[in-house]
């Protein structure tokens, strides 16, 4: 827990002899002395992340998933804006709030960022956490940055987004590739990445910065299929040997250039 935590000290005994009458008179000395350290060491503030918000000279937040619950053992990273390579780090306790002591020198302003790794479907993932707010803070500020985890949704200050994507090829096909729709249904069984229930989603496939694609899928495990008005469409994924097929497997992975938190599946689109 944070805050003040119950006193841990420990006593050590120390057996004296006080018949010589020069040990008794300092040990009846002393014992006053030895009695009140004790007692102020018991006291002393423990240096677990604080519940009670903003701090003086120190960056304080907690991380939750997007239900509220705490996510204990998150590393963040706080970073200054000018010096290269000049960091400070904290780590969520057990429910999910840090602090970080921000140094006088040097001077200026920090960000914090956070991220969370994942083991699910085979696959190794590690997701930005969404940060409360982006804005660059100094010691004076008393900053509270508190982030989420989050599937889905816009990242702050960018076009991009938390969730993968599909991208989809033509193979013979003459058809508006935005006029397509992709259908995820959750695999029986499988929850979404941060344990949460999966569901059913629809997306539009568009194209983004030149490829066809259907954005911001909260990462799961999925079969999906392709809607057009009139055709039956077949699914073919680029990465396997696997025959076209109306309902194919999706297990997002890394598939060409892509950002670190970045995750897709790439399939061929033909009839």
């Known amino acids: 827990m944070g805050g003040l935590s119950s ?23 002393f014992l006053p002395a030895l009695c009140l350290v ?5 006291c002393t503030k423990s240096v677990e992340p604080s519940t009670s918000g903003a701090e003086q000279g ?15 053992g998150i590393r963040v990273v706080i970073e200054h804006t000018v010096w290269v390579a000049t960091y400070v780090y904290a780590t969520t306790n057990e429910d999910g709030y840090y602090k970080a002591e921000l140094p006088k020198d040097p001077a200026g302003s920090w960000t914090a960022k956070a991220q969370v790794k ?32 989050k599937l889905s949704g816009p990242r702050p200050g960018t076009a991009q987004v938390y969730g993968a994507h599909v991208d989809v090829y033509q193979w013979g096909l003459d058809i508006p590739m935005t006029g397509v729709k992709l259908v995820f249904t959750p695999v029986a069984g499988e929850t979404l990445a941060d344990g949460t229930a999966a569901k059913l989603i629809e997306r539009n496939v568009v194209d983004h910065a030149g490829t066809f694609m259907a954005r911001d899928i909260p990462i799961g495990k999925y079969t999906v299929r392709a809607v057009y008005p009139g055709k039956t469409l077949l699914l073919d994924n680029r990465k396997d040997n696997g025959e076209p097929e109306v309902q194919k497997t999706v297990v997002f992975g890394k598939n060409g250039y892509l950002a670190e938190t970045e995750y897709n599946i790439e399939f061929w689109l033909s009839e």
């Open 118 to 149: 994942k083991n699910a479907y085979g696959q190794q993932y590690t997701f930005d956490l969404h940060p409360a707010t982006d804005e660059p803070f100094t010691r004076n500020d008393k900053p509270v940055r508190d982030f989420t985890w």
């Open 38 to 42: 004790a007692i102020l060491t018991a």
């Open 7 to 29: 006193p841990r000290f420990q006593l050590h005994f120390v057996l004296v002899n006080i018949s010589n009458p020069s040990m008794k008179m300092l040990f009846t000395r």
């Open 58 to 72: 120190a960056v304080t937040g907690r991380i939750t998933d997007e239900a509220g619950k705490p996510l204990a």
